[in-house]
Structures are given as structure tokens and as C-alpha cells.
């Protein structure tokens, strides 16, 4: 079993600042993408931030300058660092992760989601 925890979510103001983190654990052989996604209410699902295993990293246009993804191999961790949010930054934010496990099956994994909540 894999399973993907989020927390860091809460209620800020706009212009604030969240730092998310997403834990991995379970029977994992490797991680390679991690990535944050966000859905806001009537709205699909979107990429946010996505890290590769070797760091490389890739922004959604409207965060970019505000947020940072960044990962801790050691640890299966990814974060989220978000900075200046705004009211539409408003969503419930998925980590999401490619992982083989200890059987050598591949499979995307997501957390459960974690609420943010930015007021204007």
C-alpha cells in the first residue's frame, strides 16, 4: 500500500502565505514526478506545481512568481510554498505522485486533498 498525506492547508488573508507539505509512505521502491493540483468549486481539477526527481519544476501561469514546489527525496516529501495569495488561489489542493513500489507496479498516486482558503 502507498498513501500520500497533505497538511498545511488552512484560512489566510490575501497576501499571505501557506506552506503545504505532502508525505509519502508505504511500500515505495521510487518516486518520480510529485506534483500539487487545486480544485476550486465548479471548477476541474488543475496542475499547480509539479518537481521532477531531479528538481526540475514546472509552474501553472497564475501561480508563477508566487509559489514554489520543492521535495525532500529522503523523506518522500514534496512542499508547496505559496506566497502573495489571493482569493482565487481558493481550492482544495491534491498532491499527486509517481510511484513504483516494492512489486515494481507503477501508478499515479493522490492525497486526499487539503482545504486553503484565502480571504479577501
Known amino acids: 500500500q502507498v498513501q500520500l498525506v497533505e497538511s498545511g492547508g488552512g484560512l489566510v488573508q490575501a497576501g499571505g502565505s501557506l506552506r503545504l507539505s505532502c508525505v509519502a509512505s508505504g511500500r515505495i521502491r521510487s518516486i518520480d514526478a510529485m506534483g500539487w493540483y487545486r480544485q476550486a468549486p465548479g471548477k476541474q481539477r488543475e496542475l499547480v506545481a509539479a518537481i521532477t526527481s531531479s528538481g526540475s519544476t514546472n509552474y501553472a501561469d497564475p501561480v508563477k512568481g508566487r509559489f514554489t514546489v520543492s521535495r525532500d527525496n529522503a523523506k518522500n516529501t514534496v512542499y508547496l510554498q505559496m506566497n502573495s495569495l489571493k482569493p482565487e488561489d481558493t481550492a482544495v489542493y491534491y498532491c499527486?505522485?509517481?510511484?513504483?513500489?516494492?512489486?515494481?507496479?507503477?501508478?499515479?498516486?493522490w492525497g486526499r486533498g487539503t482545504q486553503v482558503t484565502v480571504s479577501s
Open positions: 499527486n505522485a509517481e510511484i513504483t513500489n516494492t512489486w515494481y507496479a507503477y501508478a499515479t498516486y
